[in-house]
């Protein structure tokens, strides 16, 4: 497609649900990558993956969230047992080459999911 | 620990005039340096990066910033602000910190005055 898009745009759960947030990437974009956001906070990095390989999971918060990706193409999120505090916009982005040791991808950003935990 | 530093929450210009958005990094080597521009209600979206050689790079939308390794600064610049780059700012570093990360700073959000 011509950007990463995510779905849904906005989320309203209530606290103790599960929710799922989907990322599709650039077509091609080896390396996806997941933040999240919170109100008046700057992006806070959860996971990524690069290809079929196995994801660095160093910065998600709690055994609550885990990641999947199908491929080199959609990548699913999911927050168990949902929190208030879990109350974010998440973000999702895709490169197309991941130097596999140094940070210089120019990663592309989808327009978020809001997520709101009541 | 390695860290991404933005000093200005928010910053107001008048139209016209011009535009200096601060970033601090602290790191271990000379990382990569990138800025990013989020617009409302739109993700966001790359204004330029610094790899090596020349330390002023030019971006988008008419924006330039400098790497000065002396400060640990990589700082944005706009001769003159249009009412449409009121945004938020985000500053990154990408560098290997162990395990692979991208590390933001906490944003800067800019207000133009017509």
């Known amino acids: 497609g011509a950007g990463v898009s995510q779905s849904p745009s906005n989320k309203v759960t209530e606290k103790g649900k599960d929710v799922e947030l989907r990322c599709d990437p650039i077509s091609g974009h080896t390396a996806l990558y997941w933040y999240r956001q919170r109100l008046g906070q700057g992006l806070e990095f959860l996971i990524y993956f690069q290809g079929n390989s196995a994801p660095d999971k160093s910065g998600l918060p709690s055994d609550r969230f885990s990641a999947e990706r199908t491929g080199e193409s959609v990548s699913t999120l999911t927050i168990q047992r949902t929190q208030q505090e879990d109350s974010a916009v998440y973000l999702c982005a895709s490169s197309l080459v991941f130097s596999g040791g140094a940070g210089a991808e120019t990663q592309y950003f989808g327009p978020g999911t809001r997520l709101l935990v009541l | 620990a390695q860290s991404v530093t933005q000093p200005d929450i928010h910053i107001t210009v008048s139209e016209g005039a011009s535009l200096e958005l601060r970033c601090n990094y602290s790191?271990?080597?000379?990382?990569?340096l990138f800025w990013y521009v989020q617009s409302p209600g739109q993700g966001l979206q790359l204004l330029l990066k610094y790899f090596s050689g020349d330390t002023l790079v030019q971006g988008i939308k008419g924006f330039e910033a400098e790497f000065k390794r002396s400060q640990s600064s990589f700082n944005l610049r706009k001769p003159s602000v249009h009412w449409s780059d009121a945004a938020e700012y985000f500053c990154a570093v990408g560098a290997r910190l162990g395990t692979y990360k991208y590390i933001f700073g906490t944003g800067t959000r800019l207000k133009v005055l017509a």
């Open positions: 790191y271990g080597a000379t990382p990569y």
